[in-house]
């Protein structure tokens, strides 16, 4: 750790070859003196949707510096990817740098865990098409505009691993809320999840004297509408008794026709980014959760949601190619190497701590915590550097983001290790970029919103017609 740095700014790169992408963005836009040529990027998705990025390249690139510059792209082609999601890519720019990156985007491609991901996700194969830039399609999401709504008899529910929460709500305020133990991930039958959470939303549904005018949800997993994607919650389901899968991807489907009014659900990154927006009267919200792997959510400037999978933890944050490899995608430079436990247990080895091999992420991570508590250097540069990461990430993030307000939650933020994440992170933002550190609130949740619940917030969502 440099000890020239006192902000943060410069000693990821220092300490770790940490390489910024947003340093090499702003350096081609520099030289392209906005007379350049444009690479531009665009995913589109269900619906519709397409979320699309363009970059300004100078016209002419040394030799030398484009595979630099065509990898750089492909970062950017990855990081649209896991933050929009698609099934379709659209590039526009140089053959040198785009039909790389479409050869890529194939079954047995350099992005083969990509495209099999989303193949699964949407049930149908990646497409790629290179197009003159006059013909790519412009951005276009769906928008859930979330008015705080607490009118009539609600219920909302928060589905997790081990178990689901739902709460109850008459006029606004909590009438019910309870915990139901379940264990979904090995179960075969769909029918499981169904009559588990059915029972859950009858009890609910008891509490308000059986009349229920709407019901919202959040869920872990991805989401294509309200129907299920890759989740863990029903992968059991997919491994033991494929010939049912589709009928669990469709369990809310299920859900909503069987109780016959205004119905939503969400990714529960994003109704974590609602609960904070609902408590503290905020729009344009990031939320980074770092727990076992980096989960996020969002709602934009207007207060809406978008259905972006914002599944950060795969999102390219580091160039360098020699960073840690995340051992599900087998990428380098992703989210969740360097904002989640995993990034915790990475650092905390490289900075030479030692943990029994047979150890898992949750107690490494108390032992740092413990070690923190004690004020050991080790701890400490360990929850330093994740502040560094954190400060260059707000400004990456804001590239594909429009957002003004960073919240960041999880195992990994609590206890004192996580006031020294915040406080460099935004000492890093300020010394990064000032303009934009006055633009950027990062911030914890208060006990407030801590009590309010994904449950309570998703109970808010749906709009009595």
Request: with cysteine; charged share 25%; glycine share 10%.
């Amino acid at each position: 750790m440099s000890s020239k740095c006192k902000c943060g700014c410069g000693a990821a790169e220092q300490d770790t070859g940490f390489q910024s992408p947003l340093k090499a963005v702003n350096f081609l836009r520099a030289h392209a003196h906005g007379k350049g040529q444009i690479v531009s990027v665009a995913w589109e998705r269900e619906g519709g949707n397409v979320y699309r990025y363009d970059l300004e390249i100078p016209k002419r690139i040394d030799p030398v510096a484009m595979p630099g510059v065509a990898h750089l792209v492909e970062r950017i082609v990855k990081f649209v990817l896991w933050s929009a999601g698609g099934w379709k890519l659209y590039l526009s720019g140089p053959d040198e740098i785009v039909k790389p990156i479409a050869k890529a985007y194939t079954k047995k491609g350099a992005r083969a865990f990509d495209y099999g991901f989303f193949n699964d996700l949407y049930g149908r194969p990646i497409e790629v098409e290179i197009l003159p830039l006059r013909k790519m399609p412009v951005t276009k999401e769906r928008e859930v505009l979330v008015k705080n709504n607490v009118n009539g008899n609600r219920i909302g529910f928060d589905l997790g691993a081990s178990d689901f929460k739902i709460s109850a709500l008459k006029r606004g305020k909590v009438v019910f809320s309870k915990e139901f133990p379940w264990d979904p991930r090995p179960q075969s039958d769909p029918d499981y999840h169904y009559e588990k959470l059915s029972a859950g939303l009858e009890e609910a549904a008891a509490a308000l004297g059986g009349k229920v005018d709407a019901i919202g949800g959040s869920s872990a997993g991805t989401f294509v509408g309200k129907k299920l994607g890759v989740a863990s919650l029903i992968r059991g389901v997919k491994e033991k008794n494929p010939s049912k899968y589709e009928i669990a991807q469709n369990l809310f489907a299920r859900v909503e026709e069987e109780w016959q009014c205004p119905f939503e659900v969400f990714n529960d990154g994003d109704v974590t980014a609602l609960a904070g927006a609902i408590t503290m009267k905020r729009t344009g919200i990031l939320g980074v959760a770092m727990g076992s792997s980096e989960a996020v959510g969002y709602i934009n400037q207007k207060g809406a949601l978008t259905g972006r999978i914002s599944e950060l933890a795969f999102a390219p944050v580091d160039l360098n190619p020699n960073s840690g490899m995340c051992e599900w995608s087998r990428d380098f430079g992703v989210g969740a190497m360097y904002f989640s436990q995993q990034a915790v247990d990475f650092l905390a080895r490289r900075y030479g701590m030692k943990f029994p091999k047979t150890m898992k992420l949750p107690e490494r991570l108390k032992v740092v915590q413990a070690a923190m508590e004690k004020h050991e250097e080790i701890a400490l540069k360990i929850y330093l550097m994740i502040g560094r990461y954190l400060a260059n990430a707000a400004a990456w993030y804001r590239e594909f983001y429009d957002y003004s307000n960073l919240m960041i939650l999880g195992r990994v933020t609590s206890g004192f290790g996580g006031e020294i994440i915040l406080n460099t992170a935004r000492m890093g933002l300020e010394a990064l970029d000032p303009v934009l550190a006055e633009q950027i609130d990062i911030f914890m949740p208060d006990e407030k919103a801590r009590r309010l619940g994904q449950s309570v917030a998703a109970a808010q969502i749906p709009e009595l017609k």
